[in-house]
Each structure stands twice: as structure tokens, then as C-alpha cells.
T-cell receptor, first 110, second 115 residues
Framework: SQQGEEDPQALSIQEGENATMNCSYK?????LQWYRQNSGRGLVHLIL?????REKHSGRLRVTLDTSKKSSSLLITASRAADTASYFC??????????FGAGTTVTVRA | GAGVSQSPSNKVTEKGKDVELRCDPI?????LYWYRQSLGQGLEFLIY????????KSGLPSDRFSAERTGGSVSTLTIQRTQQEDSAVYLC?????????????FGEGSRLTVL
């Protein structure tokens, strides 16, 4: 079953704008990861945030984690056309597997 | 190889036929995962290998699905008597230890179409 649920399902923004998407999950986690998928094929890891961390940055990406609300957000700043993709959050519930949400589809318009 | 390699990249088969999907993980990665992704959906966990053993096969949808991993490296996912609902992209991923400790590296997937 899917642990993480992304919101919104789809997002359309203008190039240069920021994109924010959220992930909610149900059970306690060890870490939460964000992945990007282009063209419905392989996923690429973006960032990992551990349960004892609240915020993490990587380039134009900013991830927050609120374990009390069981939620995370991914912010992409100054978006580019190349950021057009589906974004998934994945949670590790202290076991060996990652559970993925259904994803947020982001379209960046030139 | 440099990344996770999956073959075939595309497979079209007739209902009732058996198919075999192959995954070659990154060298040295002990953990290997199979996921399934239906059109426009998230990833459905199928099975996890730590070395050659699969501690949890509960994600396999039915007894028509089986997987093995030999030599702690290559894995094959076999679907017997394929059904139309098996049509999906099958994704393989490997990790240095397990998802507890770090990221998964995904292959490009095998797109299965059952006619």
C-alpha cells in the first residue's frame, strides 16, 4: 500500500516561478526521500531527509519535514523547463523498503 | 556497469504467455528491489532482495509472479500466464545496503504490454 500521498496531483507554473508540493504519510518513518521521474521511466533520487532533520537544501531544492504532522514539502525555486517531471515522495518505515506516493506532475511553461 | 540495467526495455506479449524480465544492479549493491508502475500511478512494491535472499515476497500480486537473484547480482522477475492487468512498467532498483540507509538507484524500467 502507498504510504506517502502527494499534493497537488498536478501543478503548472511559469518558468522562473517556484513550485511547491507536499507529501503526507501515515506511520512513523526513519527517513523520507524525494525522487523525480521523467517520461514515465527511471526515477532519480533528489534528496533524503532523516526523521531528526527539519530542513535540507540541495541546489534549487528545499525540503522540509514535520514529523508531528507527518508531512514534508519540496520546493523548487526558479523553475526551468527541464524541471518538468513527476515528483514522488518515498518513506522508509524502519523496514527495508521505500513506499512511494502517486506523485505530483509538474509542468513548467516557457 | 555504471548504472542499473534492465532488459528488455519493451516487451509485447500475448495473454497466457510467460515473460522474464532481467535486472543487473550496480556492482557491489547488496539490496535489490522490484517495483511495478501502472500508467499514471505510483510505484507498487513487489519484492526485495538482500544478497540472494528475499525476506519479503508479500508484494508479489499473485503466485504467477516469481523472482530470483543469483550470485548476489543479477535478478530475474518471471510472470507466468500473463494477463492484461500485468501490463505496466517494471522498475528495478539497487542500493548499497538498504533503503534504511540511503537512496535507491533505478533502472529505466521494462515496459510490459499484454495483448
Amino acid at each position: 500500500s502507498q504510504q506517502g500521498e502527494e499534493d497537488p496531483q498536478a501543478l503548472s507554473i511559469q518558468e522562473g516561478e517556484n513550485a511547491t508540493m507536499n507529501c503526507s504519510y501515515k506511520t512513523s518513518i526513519n527517513n523520507l526521500q524525494w525522487y523525480r521521474q521523467n517520461s514515465g521511466r527511471g526515477l532519480v533520487h533528489l534528496i533524503l531527509i532523516r526523521s531528526n532533520e527539519r530542513e535540507k537544501h540541495s541546489g534549487r531544492l528545499r525540503v522540509t519535514l514535520d514529523t508531528s504532522k507527518k508531512s514534508s514539502s519540496l520546493l523548487i525555486t526558479a523553475s526551468r523547463a527541464a524541471d518538468t517531471a513527476s515528483y514522488f515522495c518515498a518513506t522508509d518505515g524502519y523496514d527495508y523498503k521505500l513506499s512511494f506516493g502517486a506523485g505530483t506532475t509538474v509542468t513548467v511553461r516557457a | 556497469g555504471a548504472g542499473v540495467s534492465q532488459s528488455p526495455s519493451n516487451k509485447v506479449t500475448e495473454k497466457g504467455k510467460d515473460v522474464e524480465l532481467r535486472c543487473d544492479p550496480i556492482s557491489g549493491h547488496t539490496a535489490l528491489y522490484w517495483y511495478r508502475q501502472s500508467l499514471g500511478q505510483g510505484l507498487e512494491f513487489l519484492i526485495y532482495f538482500q544478497g540472494n535472499s528475499a525476506p519479503d515476497k508479500s508484494g508479489l500480486p499473485s503466485d504467477r509472479f516469481s523472482a530470483e537473484r543469483t550470485g548476489g547480482s543479477v535478478s530475474t522477475l518471471t510472470i507466468q500466464r500473463t494477463q492484461q492487468e500485468d501490463s505496466a512498467v517494471y522498475l528495478c532498483a539497487s542500493s548499497l545496503e538498504s533503503a534504511n540507509t540511503g537512496e535507491l538507484f533505478f533502472g529505466e524500467g521494462s515496459r510490459l504490454t499484454v495483448l
